[in-house]
């Protein structure tokens, strides 16, 4: 059975920072791109970091770059979020998704595998 489970979210204050873990299991996601999307309270669901199979492409939300770094962990088949720098707009629920897609087209749609999602919350 394939799963991504995330974990890490929690509260922290504005200009603080958190890292975000994307575990997966149940099958070899080569050649999928994983990618992190959020959802904040009454808003659509967004794009936010994407990383494909090598590595060696990664994508990211205009609104988060220069403070979100995605990365990716053979090893232990996990993916990560490091989050500095947050801001009270970056409160949502995270989901970490997969997709067989080059990570500059990861979007909210057409993933074909979903975690349940990581509550992050940003004090102003």
């Known amino acids: 059975q394939v799963s991504l489970v995330e974990s890490g979210g929690g509260l922290v204050q504005a200009g603080g920072s958190l890292r975000l873990s994307c575990a997966a299991s149940?099958?070899?996601?080569?050649?999928?791109?994983i990618g992190w999307l959020r959802q904040a309270p009454r808003k659509e669901r967004e794009f936010v970091a994407a990383?494909?199979?090598?590595?060696?492409?990664?994508s990211y939300a205009d609104s988060v770059k220069g403070r979100f770094t995605i990365s990716r962990q053979y090893a232990k088949n996990t993916v990560y979020l490091q989050m500095n720098n947050l801001k009270p707009e970056d409160t949502a629920v995270y989901y970490c998704?997969?997709?067989?897609?080059?990570?500059?087209?990861?979007?909210?749609?057409?993933?074909?595998?979903w975690g349940q999602g990581t509550q992050v919350t940003v004090s102003a």
């Open positions: 998704a997969a997709a067989r897609s080059a990570a500059h087209t990861m979007g909210v749609v057409g993933n074909d595998y």
């Open positions: 149940g099958r070899t996601f080569s050649g999928y791109s």
């Open positions: 990383i494909n199979w090598t590595g060696a492409s990664t």
